[in-house]
């Protein structure tokens, strides 16, 4: 599955599952949890789901919540 790690120890895996539109967060035993590169997943699968006025509202809520 696509994800973005947030930490990889010897205790836990914490990462972020992208397969769904809002990301969740995840925790697994190292043990459980293979990571591997070269992904065939791309953003661009996922932003094609969302209409321009939807994009739009994201950028407008990012730029309120993300100051400089």
Do not use: C, Q
Not at 25 to 35: F, G, H, N, Y
């Amino acid at each position: 599955m696509p994800l973005v790690v947030l930490r990889n120890t010897s205790s836990n895996v914490i990462f972020y599952d992208l397969t769904a539109s809002n990301p969740v967060m995840r925790t697994l035993e190292p043990a459980s949890a293979k990571i591997t590169e070269g992904s065939a997943w791309r953003h661009a699968f996922v932003i094609d789901s969302y209409s321009d006025a939807e994009l739009d509202a994201i950028l407008m809520y990012l730029r309120e919540v993300v100051k400089p």
